[in-house]
């Protein structure tokens, strides 16, 4: 079974600060992915960044960076020069490598951005 | 980025009718969606996923009579819910999964759902 822990119920950051977000899963498959979403108060889900498992580099999208851990199973989020427009739930997420795999999520951690 | 687009956003029925939503990849071919529920402040249950034609294989717990999934094409897939009820009330979101990007999955806007 797969598990996601997101202990960051709530994050404050000032706008044009970095932030990061919490993640550690659990896992025994060998092969697997990471995801991280934004949900804002729209409900849609955006799909922001993605890991595998067996990355040698750690992904980056923008101003979204994901510091993988594979040997402490954490896959932080880190959002550098936080905008306003950043105030959202994340949420974590992974999936076992294979095509009737799943996503499992975490709780989600909502960020606000203040002035 | 891919698209998913889902109808409607939002919808009002009264107890014991049924609704339809519809999940569409815009810009690419699906053979698997997923559908999840999203109670307020809370995370996405996962209720369904829906294979192209083939049946829906649901999570435990989630009534298949009552929650039904057809997907027909590549590019569709639709979750019906029978006989609503007040409880039924929720936000719907639809997920598909794009093979050719690495399994990338991509959300729907969701869909509100509110039974009086």
């Known amino acids: 079974a797969q598990k996601i822990t997101q202990t960051q119920p709530g994050m404050f950051v000032q706008e044009k600060e970095a932030v990061t977000l919490d993640c550690t899963y659990d896992?025994?498959?060998?092969?697997?992915?990471l995801f991280w979403y934004k949900q804002p108060s729209s409900g849609e889900m955006i799909f922001l960044i993605y890991q595998g498992s067996y990355d040698q580099q750690n992904a980056t999208e923008g101003r979204y960076s994901l510091n993988f851990q594979k040997a402490r199973k954490s896959a932080n989020l880190v959002i550098s020069a936080s905008q306003l427009g950043d105030s959202a739930m994340y949420f974590c997420?992974?999936?076992?490598?294979?095509?009737?795999?799943?996503?499992?999520f975490g709780t989600g951690t909502r960020l606000q951005v203040t002035l | 980025g891919a698209v998913v687009s889902q109808h409607p956003s939002w919808v009002i029925c009264k107890s014991g009718t049924s609704v339809k939503i519809e999940c569409r990849s815009l810009d690419f071919q699906a053979t698997t969606m997923f559908w999840y529920r999203q109670f307020p402040k809370q995370s996405l249950m996962l209720m369904a996923t829906s294979n192209e034609g083939s049946k829906a294989t649901y999570e435990q717990g989630v009534e298949k009579d009552k929650f039904l999934i057809n997907h027909a094409s590549l590019t569709l897939s639709t979750l019906t819910v029978t006989s609503a009820h007040p409880e039924d009330s929720s936000f719907y979101i639809c997920?598909?999964?794009?093979?050719?990007?690495?399994?990338?999955?991509?959300f729907g806007p969701g869909t509100r759902l509110t039974v009086t």
């Open positions: 997920s598909a999964r794009d093979d050719s990007r690495h399994g990338k999955q991509y």
């Open positions: 896992t025994s498959d060998p092969s697997y992915g």
């Open positions: 997420a992974m999936r076992r490598t294979g095509t009737a795999s799943k996503l499992t």
